[in-house]
């Protein structure tokens, strides 16, 4: 038996978690799906190795799973419906007749509340065992309303209302954070998504020991409360302004480069936030797997440049099949990783670009120009157009 890529990066820190980057109710068909694609003579070890990151009956039985959280986002959520249309179909039209008063965008939301809950159900004997330290699962908020604070404050208070073990994930603008605020005010566990730079992190930092501080005065049980702040590592470097920026200075910027600046980006708010001692835990996301142009060798940077670490990574199921395949090129995890300075060439030709400054200094940006960030608008469009086709797909089931 030979241990999973994604536990061998977890055994490097005790702390360190690996969470499931979908619902958790395509894990099966997934995994059949995987295993169908497995190398000759590795079909056995493979199924050992999921079946030990997800299984229903253990899950059931045991409290316990490989994976210590689940995380969804529209995209992925539009991911779930296309594995099951009929499924969701029928939930569609169940909802609708049970509602008979819902528009399309009702019947949308109460589906995708659903998809939560179930979610969210599935893996509700995960955080009974831990005494709510894992097992939680993330509902995202409405992408098309990331700058209404109202809207977004009603929604997280629904989706909370899910299950005691649901995180309610919220957009890294000015009126994110300060819902993000109101809702750990009220001992409400949060995941801070689109957010990709140092200002942000900051500011949902603050926002987090502000919320604190209001729930202590106010008596409010925080004994289960967790919170965690996504980094957005690929999305950060690869749909920021960071490549056109470079090429208008005719400056020459490397796929290496940019990863390099991820990696800083990340590290400088991960050491800020443990020489603190705040109680958020940095979650990485949006990894990939690719050949490095320096080396020519599979590297996976995101995860391995920060090997050693207590963050979360939260794993999509295309990422996790891309590292198994490339397990032996990608090799042994050096667990001081984390303690690596950054590249400092890549880093002072980065400093050069504006928008590399904004995520990298500490007071690159105020809250009001979060939203104008390229990664973050690129991101909330994408995301926005998912929640858009979900929101169609409910229209055509109910009108046949």
């Known amino acids: 038996m030979t241990d999973n890529i994604l536990e061998r990066l977890a055994a490097t820190n005790p702390d360190s978690e690996i969470w499931w980057d979908s619902s958790p109710l395509i894990f099966p068909s997934w995994k059949e799906e995987t295993l169908a694609k497995a ?5 056995a070890d493979w199924e050992q190795q999921l079946t030990r990151l997800y299984d229903d009956e253990t899950i059931r039985s045991q409290g316990t799973m490989g994976f210590r959280g689940v995380t969804t986002n529209p995209p992925l959520s539009l991911q779930a419906i296309k594995l099951a249309p009929e499924l969701w179909a029928a939930e569609i039209r169940k909802v609708a007749q049970a509602n008979p008063g819902l528009d399309v965008e009702g019947v949308y939301w109460a ?5 939560v809950k179930r979610g ?4 509700r004997p995960v955080y009974d065992k831990s005494g709510g330290k894992y097992g939680f699962l993330s509902g995202q908020v409405d992408p098309r309303f990331v700058r209404d604070g109202e809207k977004m404050l009603a929604m997280g208070l629904t989706i909370a209302a899910q299950g005691t073990n649901v995180m309610v994930k919220l957009p890294g603008s000015k009126e994110g954070y300060e819902v993000l605020e109101e809702l750990t005010a009220r001992g409400i566990s949060t995941n801070n998504t689109t957010s990709f730079t140092v200002p942000q992190y900051m500011r949902c930092m603050a926002a987090v020991t502000a ?14 409360w967790r919170s965690v702040i996504t980094h957005m590592s690929s999305r950060l470097g690869q749909l920021s302004d960071w490549a056109t920026e470079a090429k208008a200075r005719g400056i020459d910027l490397s796929m290496p480069e940019i990863r390099d600046g991820e990696e800083a980006v990340l590290k400088r708010a991960y050491w800020w936030g443990k020489d603190n001692n705040h109680p958020s835990k940095m979650l990485q996301c949006s990894m990939r797997v690719e050949k490095d142009e320096r080396t020519g060798q599979l590297v996976s940077r995101h995860i391995q440049d920060f090997a050693g670490s207590d963050m979360v990574y939260t794993c999509p199921p295309s990422y996790i099949a891309q590292l198994m395949a490339s397990d032996e090129e990608l090799g042994a995890f050096d667990p001081k990783a984390i ?22 200094e500490f007071d690159g940006m105020w809250p009001d120009e979060f939203a104008h960030f390229g990664a973050f608008q690129a991101t909330a469009t994408e995301f926005a157009a998912a929640t858009r086709q979900t929101v169609d797909f409910v229209r055509m089931t109910l009108e046949g």
């Open 120 to 123: 969210a159900d599935a893996i």
């Open 339 to 360: 303690e690596r300075e950054p590249n400092k060439a890549s880093i002072e030709k980065l400093m050069k670009l504006p928008s590399f400054r904004q995520a990298y």
């Open 211 to 224: 919320g604190l501080q209001r729930a202590k005065a106010a008596g409010v049980d925080l004994s289960n």
């Open 111 to 115: 589906m995708y509340l659903d998809l």
């Open 39 to 43: 190398p000759e003579g590795k079909r």
